[in-house]
């Protein structure tokens, strides 16, 4: 479909859109969506940071991790759930 197709048929069904309430609030949410996109984050950059951080250490190999099932059994034979 072509830029001028697109155009029209959005400009057939806004029409439609904006009578109902509900689509129209859902409408609302999408352009706050398209035009607050550069919005900045509720995480400190310094968050990002540990999580790289914690991250390469994971993938280095030098970080010491237990799985979900070693946990599990660990904590079975030490409180006995």
Known sequence: MKTKEIR??????FGKL????????????????ILNDEK???VSDIHYQKVEEARAEYHSG?????SW???????NA???F
């Open 8 to 13: 029209q048929e959005l400009i057939a069904n």
């Open 18 to 33: 904006i009578q109902d309430d509900s689509k129209l609030a859902v409408l609302e949410g999408v352009f706050d969506a």
């Open 40 to 42: 900045a984050s509720l």
């Open 62 to 66: 030098n970080s010491f991790a237990t």
């Open 69 to 75: 099932e070693d946990l599990e059994k660990q904590l």
């Open 78 to 80: 030490k409180y006995g």
